[in-house]
């Protein structure tokens, strides 16, 4: 609940707000925007703690379409960026996946960080990362996540009297909102992405409290479908049964999933890997798109 009020007399909202203010860049937020309800949450907190930051949404070509207009729709102000290689090319799911030998999996999940991690390089980025999404989130973000290996950075901090955690995935967390974490955040963020998660600590409910009786905003209408998180279609991440439901909810997902592998085929004959690569030899395309659901489903 938001408004319960914590040791110090004051509220889970305004404790937020604070953290909100604490790590505030000289230059503004790098806000990640995804149109979803957790990254609706920073967007109007940030309106509501009076700090300076700007929006960005990445076009990742795999977003449902119902997301893509509800943020034009109620958003206007966010920035709506695409991905692009070197030679100014957008990148897009479809591109990645022909390019590679191998589908995007729970564990390769190189799409990530072509279209969605690119933006934001030596600002503070604001995230609506929260623990309740998931265990994984639990073991490796914070209240401030640097990411990367660093022992010079980890050696830095301690230097600095800076209080942190490792990650088991060799970054470091920041739990305190306090003026040492903010030299921490000041240290960092030019040369590692430093992200500063104000709402991980809140639970759904918290979430849906704020959208809808605090700030009153509108939400996307997957929400009422059932969807409990949006994101692409066919997220490998989110197991078997979503990416199931995905398909059939948006066939042509499925289609353009089934072109972009015949294309990765016709690019690596013969170099396909993991469990979709006896698929790809015997039946193309198609087959390598159920033998990939099917991978996917044992959270490969
Ligand atoms: S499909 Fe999943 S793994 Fe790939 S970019 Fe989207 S969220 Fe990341």
Redesign the pocket.
Known sequence: MLNQLNVFGKTKLEVTLDKIKTFEPEEGYYLAFSGGKDSQCIYHLCEMAGVKFDAHYNV?S?DPPELVRFIKEHYPSVAIEKPRDKDGKQITMWSLIASNTMP?TRKA?Y??EK??ESGGKGRVTMTGVRWAESANRKNNQGLVTIMGKGKKMQQELRDADVNFQKTNRGGVVLNLDNAESRRGVEMCYRTRKTLVNPIIDWDDSDVWEFLDEVVKAPHCCLYDEGFKRL??I????SGGKNMRRDFKRWPKYEQLYIHAFERMIENHPGQIRVATGEAAKTGGGLQMFRAWKEWCSFGK
């Open positions: 990742t795999v995007p999940r799409c990530c279209l969605k994101g692409c066919g997220c490998p991440l």
